[in-house]
Structure formats: structure tokens, C-alpha cells
């Protein structure tokens, strides 16, 4: 279990993005939005992201690092078949364990590739750990979970077929829920009033984030809480601030 402190109905996770890819500029990161929104979803706490080069002793130490604090660590990127796919031997070590060939990992690329096609290179995607796959339908070369680390690819696509296999088996906590309301105000001009808003509801997260349009500065105020109750009683409060300084001001969708 984590050393984070948390209430008996907080699931909590860190998230580690493997590759030069990604730390060059190369690539844009586009599974970080989509596993903070479905971890969201599905009562989950991201509470950390790294981003990681792929190099052993690095994923080794974040692993390590983020895994006892956390109720989960997933991971992307790093499990194909080239040379700098090294995130499994990292896992490997992170855990003191061998890494080998998976049979089951095996038979499941069999789906895919002819038996003349599964070449050395392509089976090091079938190199894992003792541990529990995670199928997927889109190339067949699996991820898989050890322990409360969850290991996937970095492919956009096949990432969110792992995801939506591995989510049923995690545990899961009371969703955040979240309000957001467009103030037609700097953010300089909000903030004061809704310090003193997150004083009277601690409980509550808020945060104010400013845009420009048009020339003219506005501020998003997003109010994020597992109670729906007091999110409501929150968002009701922050009506009656925004009624009282004169500020113009509408409600956005948020989950």
C-alpha cells in the first residue's frame, strides 16, 4: 500500500512517460490527457506525472520511487522491439526479478504475425516478468501488470486498449467531480474572494486559471470534490461571490 496519507476510499496513482521522444519535443504526449481523464472517471487520483528517458537505472528508480507511495504506478512507452525499449529490464530490476519469454504472450502474437514472422526482434515484445498480462486486441504484443505497477505501450491506440482492459481490475475510489464557471475578470481581481471561499471549503479543491480573449483577461474557476453535496454548497457560494463583486460570469461543462 502507498505511504501516501489518504482516506480509506482514496485510490490513488502516478503516472511515468518513457522515451526521448517525448523529452526532445519530438512527439507530443496525447496519452497523459486520456489516462488523467479515465483514471478521473473511474475514481482514481493521478497524483504525479514523470517523464522519463529510456535509460534502466532511470525507469528502475522512478518505479521504485513512485510505486510505494502511490496505490498505483502505470507506465508508457518503452515495451516494443528495438533496441531502446528497455522499460522491461527496468521493471526487472526494479523488482529484483528475471525477465524472460512469456509463453502466453507468445501465443497471443501468434495471432498476429505468421510463426516465419515472429523474429528475435519481435520477441523481445514477448520478454516479461512473472506477472499478469494485459491483452491487446490492436497488436497483440501485451502489456502487463506486477504487483501495483501497471506496464503499457506508448502507441496512442493500443495504450487505450490496455488501459480499458487493466481498469476493471483496479480498485477504485469515489470520482472527482468537478464545476467550472468563465469569470469575465483578471484573475488578479478573483483571487482574493476565492481564497477566502477555499478557507470556508477545505475540503473542496479549487483552482483559477487564467485565459486572454480578445484582448481581454477572464478566469476559469474550477471547483473539484468526491461529495457532490459539497461541491453543490461550493458552487453556490462562489455564485454569491461572483453576484457580490459584479463580475459577469457563466457556467462551463465539466464531468
Do not use: C
Request: hydrophobic residues 45%; negative net charge.
Amino acid at each position: 500500500m502507498s505511504e501516501e496519507t489518504q482516506s480509506p476510499d482514496t485510490v490513488t496513482a502516478a503516472l511515468i512517460v518513457i522515451g526521448e521522444e517525448i523529452l526532445s519535443g519530438r512527439t507530443i504526449d496525447t496519452n497523459t490527457p486520456y489516462i488523467a481523464a479515465h483514471l478521473g472517471k473511474a475514481g482514481i487520483a493521478l497524483r504525479e506525472i514523470r517523464v522519463v528517458a529510456d535509460i534502466e537505472a532511470e525507469i528502475a528508480d522512478a518505479v521504485n520511487a513512485l510505486r510505494r507511495r502511490y496505490s498505483y504506478v502505470l507506465t508508457t512507452g518503452g515495451i516494443g522491439p528495438t533496441h531502446d525499449d528497455v522499460t522491461t529490464d527496468a521493471i526487472g530490476l526494479a523488482f529484483n526479478v528475471p525477465v524472460g519469454i512469456n509463453d502466453e504472450a507468445v501465443e497471443a502474437m501468434r495471432l498476429q504475425y505468421r510463426p516465419e514472422d515472429l523474429t528475435p526482434t519481435r520477441l523481445r515484445m514477448a520478454r516479461i516478468p512473472e506477472a499478469a498480462l494485459i491483452h491487446n486486441a490492436v497488436s497483440r504484443a501485451p502489456g502487463y501488470m506486477i504487483e501495483n505497477v501497471i506496464v503499457m505501450a506508448g502507441i496512442p491506440a493500443v495504450m487505450q486498449v490496455m488501459l480499458d482492459e487493466v481498469l476493471p481490475r483496479l480498485a477504485k475510489g469515489r470520482p472527482l467531480r468537478a464545476r467550472a464557471v468563465r469569470v469575465n475578470a483578471p484573475e488578479s481581481e478573483v483571487a482574493t474572494p476565492l481564497a477566502a471561499l477555499q478557507a470556508a471549503y477545505a475540503d473542496v479543491q479549487m483552482g483559477s486559471y487564467p485565459f486572454v480573449e480578445q484582448r481581454r483577461y477572464g478566469t476559469y474557476l474550477v471547483l473539484r470534490s468526491v461529495d457532490d453535496e459539497r461541491l453543490g454548497e461550493a458552487l453556490e457560494a462562489l455564485w454569491g461571490i461572483i453576484s457580490e463583486h459584479g463580475f459577469t460570469a457563466s457556467q462551463v461543462d465539466e464531468s
